[in-house]
């Protein structure tokens, strides 16, 4: 099986997660642009020297890239065992990853519930370590203030900034490329991710001491997929946007459970409504759109976080204003969701074991198809992520059935033509066609002003 050697390896080789974490090691050496159809992938600011494509990568990539594959979650993801630890519930440990305590509510706040893509809970929750936890900031991903339709890393200090980021984000995004952000903080902060976000945060932490000093909770989204920008571009396209130099603002849930894929243009009247489904948009469009890696993940419920908060889909939604479904992974996030319950900002209830499992059955049976995509591409000689401790294989035998173990194995086997994943990746940095017109660069050659 082929492996990769540098971060840019695992970029060509299409199973980069594009969460950042490689220029916030080595922002000397990378820079993550969006790129139309794969997601947010790291470019050198340098050309490679000669040696790296010889194989002599540790000379041309100096400390902060190699350091920067060490904690690449698109090469690998590991727990340090797959027992479980005292207080963990054991019967949800070898499929959900380590889990102390659930429970099931949403955000006392109406107003956050309200906005949030299921019960608002992570936002109440991030504000509540800002007004009552002493953190002195919120590193998380909101839209891009010129173009709306990507996105761009921020450090929220009130409510009202959390506030106003609230919802998902079902586009490319790279929240660890700041992290210098919370490194640098005068406090502990919080972090809000993916789960591969939240993955790589968990790895740079061990070799960055201050950042790990300086992360005072972590907090992950449930996530099914990442889709790349050529889904919200076709997203958009079906809500009536005939120009995206034009949009105003777009929001791809929230304003109800799960809510409506809403855009508005700049030169809209008011009241008028471009409005779709969420059927529409993420089961029609977006997740058809989801980057290659995503199919390789084992962990669509933030197994490495502190807290980590998804959709109870077992529930009836329509009329319902929002609820979550909250998972404390360790000690430090079980301490702070009590605190914030105790302190009125969430209103939650402590819900069974089996709740996890019945609210996202999809999930469940999409890790034990990774087992069946893994092998098949270490058969076929291709690059493959390294999952340690991450139960699999079981659950493709015993949840799977006979189509889906097919389907993940020869289906793989199609993917490789249909993909071309013996093809590096042509990694072609996407100018918005209003900085076409413009004449300005796509991306920034370094990090952004902060």
């Avoid at 450090?155 to 900034?161: G, H, I, K, Q």
């Amino acid at each position: 099986m082929v492996r990769p050697r540098t971060v840019h390896d695992v970029a060509s080789g299409k199973l980069c997660t594009g969460c950042g974490v490689c220029a916030y090691l080595a922002p000397d050496e990378v820079r993550m642009v969006d790129v139309l159809d794969h997601g947010r992938r790291p470019l050198p600011i340098t050309p490679l020297r000669a040696a790296t494509r010889a194989g002599d990568s540790g000379a041309a990539a100096g400390g902060g890239a190699a350091a920067a594959l060490a904690c690449c979650p698109g090469a690998r993801l590991a727990h340090e065992s797959a027992r479980p630890e005292p207080g963990e519930i054991a019967e949800l440990r070898g499929a959900w990853g380590p889990v102390r305590a659930i429970w099931e509510g949403y955000a006392a706040d109406p107003e956050i519930r309200y906005a949030g893509s299921s019960g608002g809970v992570a936002t109440a929750l991030a504000g509540y370590c800002l007004t009552g936890g002493g953190m002195a900031g919120v590193l998380h991903i909101g839209a891009r203030a010129d173009v709306p339709y990507l996105n761009e890393t921020r450090l929220s200090r009130t409510p009202a900034e959390l506030l106003a980021n609230a919802g998902s984000r079902y586009a490319p995004a790279s929240p660890c490329d700041r992290l210098d952000l919370i490194e640098t903080a005068g406090a502990p902060c919080v972090f809000v991710g993916k789960p591969c976000d939240v993955a790589a945060v968990r790895m740079a932490r061990q070799v960055r001491p201050e950042l790990d000093r300086r992360l005072g909770l972590t907090i992950a989204i449930f996530c099914a997929g990442t889709p790349t920008t050529r889904g919200t571009l076709e997203m958009l396209t079906r809500l009536g946007v005939p120009d995206p130099a034009r949009l105003e603002s777009v929001h791809y849930r929230g304003a109800g459970w799960p809510g409506q894929a809403r855009a508005r243009l700049t030169d809209d009247p008011p009241g008028r409504q471009r409005e779709l489904s969420y059927a529409e948009s993420w089961g029609d469009i977006l997740q058809k759109h989801r980057q290659w890696r995503c199919y390789l993940c084992a962990d669509h419920t933030g197994e490495f976080a502190d807290v980590a908060v998804g959709d109870p889909w077992y529930r009836p939604t329509g009329d319902d204003p929002g609820q979550s479904l909250v998972l404390a992974r360790t000690e430090r996030g079980v301490r702070l969701v009590e605190a914030a319950i105790a302190a009125g900002v969430l209103v939650l209830t402590p819900v069974a074991a089996g709740i996890l499992p019945a609210s996202q059955p999809n999930l469940l049976r999409a890790r034990g198809a990774v087992w069946g995509r893994l092998t098949t591409l270490r058969l076929a000689g291709l690059m493959a992520p390294r999952l340690r401790h991450l139960p699999m294989a079981g659950i493709w035998w015993r949840h799977l059935s006979i189509g889906e173990k097919l389907r993940s194995t020869i289906g793989t086997l199609r993917r490789i033509g249909r993909k071309r994943l013996r093809e590096p990746a042509a990694l072609d940095p996407y100018r918005p066609p209003a900085q076409v017109r413009s004449g300005t660069a796509a991306e920034p050659a370094g990090r952004p002003p902060e």
